[in-house]
């Protein structure tokens, strides 16, 4: 991803800003939502584990799948 990123600086020379070219920021844009959807399954995931461990401990009994999925369509 080439591209010509420009530093923003204040009278002491530090950078306060940068401006992206806008098919960079797009293209950064569009990553980012990408990992904002990968990590909301992942800890989805990781909270029904979670879940399911916890019902182990506890004997708790868990809807099955064919129920889930019936009551889903249903």
Do not use: C, H
Not at 31 to 46: A, E, P, R, S
Not at 56 to 66: A, E, I, N, P
Request: hydrophobic content about 35%.
């Amino acid at each position: 991803m080439a591209s010509a990123l420009k530093y923003m600086v204040d009278e002491n020379g530090d950078k306060t800003s940068v401006l992206v070219p806008l098919k960079t920021w797009e293209k950064i844009n569009q990553d980012y939502f990408k990992l904002q959807n990968k990590l909301k399954v992942l800890t989805g995931i990781k909270e029904g584990l979670a879940e399911v461990s916890e019902a182990k401990k506890s004997g708790k009994k868990l809807q099955t799948l064919k129920d889930f999925l019936r009551e889903s369509n249903g």
